[in-house]
């Protein structure tokens, strides 16, 4: 069963990549393209430009979030659900759960992430406040991407997956997504008026602080979050679930977690799309890349 619906997700990942790839040669839908890149004075082709910019942003910092999840997410959802030790958390983590939760993350993120940005960019173009934007992207993030963000959690901790679940806990994730959306808002105004960044580099780290001051902000819900998705048979009591030492550490690895994603998925994109236009000019070497990606999942499926 395992091995089945790792091949699935495996084959979903290949789609994924071949389709970047492959868009990438072409110059209509390349970043780079005139219809994007040169057209000048309109509303409109602003505010296309800055959306498929914000995708591009999303999908990297998505790919570097996928790595770390893979090892990371399965020990954060078992200090959240379960409340593990930190321990006994990594000492269930092996190398096949990793590698086969991988083949989950990365097309899962590549979801996720570009949608959350491009909402946030398409909220920009409103006359909406900051907070107020971070709310309504909270809300609309939540409404859309719950099967998918259930369906992660589920797979990260072993469980079937049942799609009569896949809107579990609406409330409290969506409640945690308007206040994360919310305190990213808030937070991005006083961290950049107190570093004032001016480099590339610095701005990445204040985008970092931000999401994990953001995720902080919105542990409240995510504890709900995590208390409503106990198994019945499982469920420990509410004074027992919300120790505060059990908060602290579910919410500190987390909140790292997603600050260091982003941060570097943001100093990492300009790199990608230094590659990206290396492969639409040296094709053959895409070609390899997705024959490498073939036999990689080829392999693992195997274990």
Same mark, same amino acid.
């Given at each position: 069963? *395992?091995?089945?619906?790792?091949?699935?997700?495996?084959?979903?990942?290949?789609?994924?990549?071949?389709?970047?790839?492959?868009?990438?040669?072409?110059?209509?839908?390349?970043?780079?393209?005139?219809?994007?890149?040169?057209?000048?004075?309109?509303?409109?082709?602003?505010?296309?430009?800055?959306?498929?910019?914000?995708?591009?942003?999303?999908?990297?910092?998505?790919?570097?979030?996928?790595?770390?999840?893979?090892?990371?997410?399965?020990?954060?959802?078992?200090?959240?659900?379960?409340?593990?030790?930190?321990?006994?958390?990594?000492?269930?983590?092996?190398?096949?759960?990793?590698?086969?939760?991988?083949?989950?993350?990365?097309?899962?993120?590549?979801?996720?992430?570009?949608?959350?940005?491009?909402?946030?960019?398409?909220?920009?173009?409103?006359?909406?406040?900051?907070?107020?934007?971070?709310? *309504?992207?909270?809300?609309?993030?939540?409404?859309?991407?719950?099967?998918?963000?259930?369906?992660?959690?589920?797979?990260?901790?072993?469980?079937?997956?049942?799609?009569?679940?896949?809107?579990?806990?609406?409330?409290?994730?969506?409640?945690?997504?308007?206040?994360?959306?919310?305190?990213?808002?808030?937070?991005?105004? *006083?961290?950049?008026?107190?570093?004032?960044?001016?480099?590339?580099?610095?701005?990445?780290? *204040?985008?970092?602080?931000?999401?994990?001051?953001?995720?902080?902000?919105?542990?409240?819900?995510?504890?709900?979050?995590?208390?409503?998705?106990?198994?019945?048979?499982?469920?420990?009591?509410?004074?027992?679930?919300?120790?505060?030492?059990?908060?602290?550490?579910?919410?500190?690895?987390?909140?790292?977690?997603?600050?260091?994603?982003?941060?570097?998925?943001?100093?990492?994109?300009?790199?990608?799309?230094?590659?990206?236009?290396?492969?639409?000019e040296n094709r053959?070497?895409?070609?390899?890349?997705?024959?490498?990606?073939?036999?990689?999942?080829?392999?693992?499926?195997?274990k």
């Amino acid at each position: 069963m *395992v091995r089945r619906v790792g091949g699935k997700s495996g084959g979903f990942v290949l789609l994924v990549v071949a389709l970047v790839c492959v868009m990438q040669m072409f110059p209509r839908f390349s970043p780079q393209a005139p219809g994007l890149a040169m057209v000048k004075g309109g509303e409109d082709s602003s505010f296309m430009t800055k959306v498929v910019g914000a995708a591009a942003q999303g999908a990297t910092a998505a790919t570097v979030a996928a790595i770390l999840s893979a090892v990371t997410e399965p020990i954060v959802n078992r200090l959240l659900v379960k409340r593990m030790t930190f321990a006994q958390a990594s000492a269930e983590i092996t190398f096949s759960l990793v590698s086969n939760f991988f083949l989950t993350t990365f097309p899962t993120n590549m979801l996720k992430f570009p949608v959350f940005e491009v909402i946030n960019m398409a909220l920009s173009f409103t006359s909406l406040s900051g907070s107020m934007r971070g709310i *309504v992207n909270g809300w609309l993030f939540c409404t859309i991407m719950l099967p998918v963000t259930n369906y992660r959690f589920r797979k990260s901790m072993g469980w079937e997956v049942n799609a009569a679940l896949l809107y579990q806990a609406y409330i409290p994730t969506v409640a945690r997504d308007i206040i994360y959306g919310w305190g990213r808002g808030i937070m991005a105004g *006083v961290l950049n008026s107190a570093f004032a960044p001016e480099t590339f580099t610095q701005k990445a780290g *204040v985008f970092g602080l931000t999401i994990f001051a953001a995720c902080i902000i919105s542990s409240p819900g995510n504890e709900w979050r995590g208390y409503t998705l106990q198994p019945p048979d499982r469920k420990l009591p509410f004074f027992e679930y919300f120790k505060p030492v059990n908060y602290m550490r579910s919410t500190g690895v987390g909140a790292t977690i997603m600050g260091i994603a982003l941060s570097v998925g943001m100093l990492a994109t300009p790199y990608a799309e230094m590659l990206f236009a290396y492969l639409k000019e040296n094709r053959m070497v895409a070609v390899g890349l997705l024959v490498a990606a073939f036999a990689a999942v080829g392999m693992l499926k195997k274990k």
